[in-house]
């Protein structure tokens, strides 16, 4: 579920504590935890409303100036139904701590590599983790699609895969670019893998 980042940030302060969609079916089920830019926000319930029912007071609730504006703000098609979601503030996103996290044990670096490994094999690309920390080691906060034009890949495919190395705590995502993490530069001296696999 995505909330814009003024949103997240309600949810955070507790100003926001619903949001509504309209959905063919739920995206979410009531439990479901999810990484914002304000930090992990979860699901606590989701209900089937009447889209004219909507109070002034729950269009406030979910960051909206009045009901009338939820009602305008809908997207989906007409015939689906309304959902009201009710959210909270977990905590910090677990990556932040995870990415100041620079004293790695063997293991540690042993689990690393192999996940990275993995990804490496599941690639249609090829071997890419390696080459891609060394890139952003040596550009950091360099826009990606610059750093993935000068790799010949596409921009898109290869934020996706940027964004399993920040899961990892082994990046930080700038607005402009990325940057490694203490986490990743650890994990660098400390693995026997190279670029070439």
Do not use: C
């Not at 619903?18 to 739920?26: E, G, N, T, V």
């Not at 042993?110 to 249609?124: I, K, M, P, T």
């Not at 750093?147 to 934020?159: H, I, Q, Y």
């Not at 402009?176 to 203490?182: A, C, D, K, N, T």
């Amino acid at each position: 579920m995505l909330l814009p980042p003024m949103i997240a940030q309600g949810v955070r302060d507790g100003t926001v504590t619903l949001a509504f969609r309209r959905w063919r079916r739920p995206d979410v089920k009531p439990g479901a935890q999810f990484r914002t830019s304000a930090g992990v926000i979860r699901v606590e319930t989701i209900d089937v409303v009447d889209l004219e029912l909507i109070s002034d007071d729950e269009a406030a609730r979910a960051g909206h100036r009045d009901a009338t504006s939820v009602r305008k703000r809908l997207s989906g098609e007409i015939g689906w139904p309304v959902y009201r979601i009710g959210l909270s503030w977990v905590g910090e996103d677990p990556r932040i701590a995870l990415r100041s996290d620079d004293a790695l044990s063997d293991a540690d670096v042993a689990a690393l590599d192999a996940r990275l490994e993995r990804f490496d094999r599941a690639s249609s690309f090829g071997p890419w983790t390696m080459a891609t920390l060394a890139l952003i080691g040596q550009r950091p906060q360099v826009r990606a699609p610059d750093l993935a034009a000068s790799v010949g890949r596409e921009t898109a495919p290869f934020k996706i895969d940027v964004r399993k190395l920040k899961n990892l705590g082994l990046t930080i995502s700038h607005p402009v670019g990325y940057e490694l993490s203490p986490r990743g530069l650890a994990y660098l001296a400390r693995t026997t893998r190279t670029a070439a696999g």
